[in-house]
């Protein structure tokens, strides 16, 4: 049955179609960790963490916890109903004193062969739950046991005031661009294969274009890092599909700057001839937030769609973008 654009706006926008897949799975779980680490009990600075130490501070380490967040949950709710928490609330509403006191509390529980008193359902506005869960199930499926942080561990700075973009520093910066760019096509093609077959050929990554060059442009003051995408296609060579990850232009066959001198005539890289289709330039901010890797997934799909349905609509953007 046919979709109207209204309702695939919603569908994306919402983010409804939701990848599996071994990347995401460690992306999705590690940002879970990092956000909810004192409520599971695990320590946040650790590169990996095994499937069963996950599974155990979510069935016993953070229901213990609740038990005593919650004294008079029995009260309340009956024994023999699961008595809903919403996960965030511990982030915003417990105090970081009063979290570590019942941390140091359901270890001593735990080192006696304490378990939960009562079994609780979790809710959470920041993470989709039943997908958290679906992913560990892949990773079982794959023979996958550890979670291993895809990205570098963000360093915070030792004063009050900080811009978001000082937790990484330029190696690690480009180390996430690059390992991120190195793995969308792949996973955002099987993504739009099974979610978007018919039209997949239209939407696929390097659809038209098959070479991607990616300026990253650092700054030490509050102008933040930007990002430079320029899209080109090969004359010389159809089958090339490419993606080159510059830092700060050092060795990039063409910068921003220049940009304007190709628009009318080809530009020769490496003894192959190349023309400009796009580009575009922003503030690089997806890799500071949880799921950077999920989040460029959606922009691309964003991005591909508008084009696709460009004849098919007159609005100026269908789609709300992830840092718009």
């Known amino acids: 049955m046919p979709i109207s654009i209204k309702d695939l706006k919603k ?3 919402s983010r409804a179609l939701l990848p ?6 460690l992306e999705y779980i590690i940002a879970f960790i990092d956000k909810n680490h004192e409520f599971l009990g695990l320590d946040e600075k650790k590169e990996t963490y095994t499937l069963d130490e996950i599974e155990y501070a979510i069935t016993e380490f953070m229901p213990m916890i609740c038990d005593l967040a919650y004294p008079n949950s029995k009260k309340e709710i009956s024994s023999d ?11 915003w509403q417990v105090m970081p004193k009063q979290m570590k006191k019942w941390v140091k509390t359901v270890k001593q529980k735990i080192s006696n062969k304490e378990r939960p008193l009562r079994v609780y359902k979790f809710y959470s506005k920041d993470f989709n739950l039943d997908y958290f869960y679906k992913l ?3 990773l079982k499926h794959l023979g996958i046991n550890v979670v291993k942080r895809p990205y570098p561990i963000k360093t915070y700075p030792n004063k009050n005031s900080y811009f978001m973009w000082e937790v990484f520093n330029r190696e690690q910066v480009k180390e996430m661009v690059t390992t991120i760019f190195e793995e969308l096509p792949d996973i955002y093609n099987k993504f739009i294969e099974e979610f978007f077959p018919n039209i997949y050929s239209k939407i696929k990554y390097f659809a038209h274009f098959n070479k991607l060059i990616i300026n990253i442009e650092t700054s030490e003051d509050q ?3 930007g990002i430079v995408f320029i899209y080109l ?6 089958d090339e599909k490419k993606i080159e990850v510059y830092m700060d232009n050092e060795k990039s066959p063409i910068i921003w700057q220049d940009i304007h001198k190709y628009w009318k005539q080809n530009i020769l890289i490496e003894g192959n001839e190349y023309k400009i289709l796009n580009s575009s330039s922003s503030f690089l901010e997806n890799i500071y937030y949880e799921t950077p890797m999920l989040d460029f997934l959606y922009d691309t799909l964003k991005h591909q769609l ?4 460009k004849p098919y609509h007159k609005e100026s953007s269908l789609f709300r973008f992830t840092r718009f």
């Open 11 to 13: 569908i994306v926008d």
């Open 20 to 25: 599996i897949n071994k990347f995401i799975a």
């Open 81 to 91: 109903e699961d008595f809903p928490v919403v996960i965030d609330d511990f982030r």
């Open 136 to 138: 560990i199930i892949h």
């Open 223 to 225: 102008r933040g890092t």
């Open 233 to 238: 296609k090969n004359i010389s060579n159809s």
């Open 306 to 309: 508008e084009d696709y349905l």
